[in-house]
């Protein structure tokens, strides 16, 4: 069973996450070969209690273990290409993310609406104070996250 | 001629007009409530907009209201509390607040359904600029944000 720790680094606060290989064995090997994954994560601002990451370069991974509805703890892969979602959203002309579903009452949304995204793992530890961390930047922006093998 | 507010954030300023035809008690009401500031928020679910709880309710009646805002409008709305906002606490299964949206792909939720909001003023200057400043925000960290009557 293989697990990846998500972290902010400056806050050195960090979740673990099951990585669900039996329902996302795609997605789940294709995360896995790009690790360790860093960047700069965004605040959602039509999803909820969401933060992502933005993958770069993207990934292309297939629609796989999709859904549109999430829970806390998820963690999803999902992919928009160059043009297809109105005026750039978060400034990206495409986007391949990670992104990290930290509370309720979220469901990915963009200006085309709701999305259909690849869940692939699971938080199984700790999400109240990554949580935190998370709502934190609410207030305070964007923040260095990274993805490690765990 | 429209009465005007002075829209401020970090270092953008905007004029809105009142919309005193549209929605005059509205419009009135925040008028008297004038100068209002704090720390802007953006939304999490409703794309290009941020907000500014009331200090004190105003009472405001459904007014001029649309589920479509589009970039400019200043709004008043009763925003849910409880697990859907952030940094909401209390009794209350709503607070007040001013919302401002600066951006295309804004349609403030609630729980369920889109939010009815009371549109009382339209930013006419520095649409781009207060934009620009709060996309900026986004990434590095949100300040205050001052509304003040042009007298």
């Known amino acids: 069973m293989r697990h990846v720790v998500v972290r902010f680094p400056k806050q050195g606060v960090q979740a ?9 064995p795609t997605t789940c090997e294709a995360i896995w070969r790009h690790l360790p994954l860093r960047g ?19 990934l292309r991974v297939e629609p796989e273990n999709c859904s549109l509805y999430v829970v806390p703890g998820d963690l ?46 699971t938080i199984g530890d700790n999400l109240e104070q990554f949580a935190a961390a998370c709502e ?15 | 001629m429209a009465r005007r507010v002075r829209i401020s954030i970090g270092q953008a300023t905007g004029v809105a007009q009142l919309l005193d035809d549209d929605a005059p008690r509205t419009a009135e009401l925040v008028w008297r409530a004038l100068p209002l500031e704090g720390q ?5 679910v409703g794309g290009a907009e941020i907000f500014l709880p009331l200090p004190q309710p105003l009472h405001a009646p459904f007014e001029n209201q649309t589920i479509y805002p589009i970039p400019g409008d200043l709004t008043f709305y009763l925003q849910p509390t409880g697990a859907h906002q952030a940094a909401v606490s209390g009794p209350e299964r709503h607070r007040e607040v001013i919302g401002f949206v600066y951006g295309r792909d804004a349609q403030i939720y609630g729980p369920v359904v889109p939010l ?6 339209t930013v006419t200057e520095g649409l781009h600029e207060v934009a620009t400043e709060i996309v900026r925000m986004r990434r590095e960290g949100f300040g205050v944000l001052r509304l003040s009557r042009m007298e």
């Open chain 2, 116 to 121: 009815p909001l009371n549109v009382f003023a």
């Open chain 1, 40 to 58: 700069t994560s965004l605040h959602d601002i039509w999803s909820g209690r969401q933060v992502f990451l933005p993958l770069q370069p993207p």
């Open chain 1, 76 to 121: 999803y892969y999902y992919e928009r290409g160059p043009h297809l979602d109105r005026g750039r959203p978060y400034g990206y002309l495409e986007l391949s993310e990670i992104g990290l579903v930290y509370g309720r009452d979220s469901q990915p949304w963009s200006p085309r609406g709701p999305k259909v995204v690849n869940i692939f793992a």
């Open chain 1, 136 to 150: 934190q930047m609410i207030w305070d922006g964007a923040q260095d996250l990274e993805i490690l093998p765990g």
């Open chain 2, 40 to 44: 802007a928020l953006p939304s999490t």
């Open chain 1, 16 to 24: 673990r996450a099951r990585l669900l290989d039996d329902l996302a």
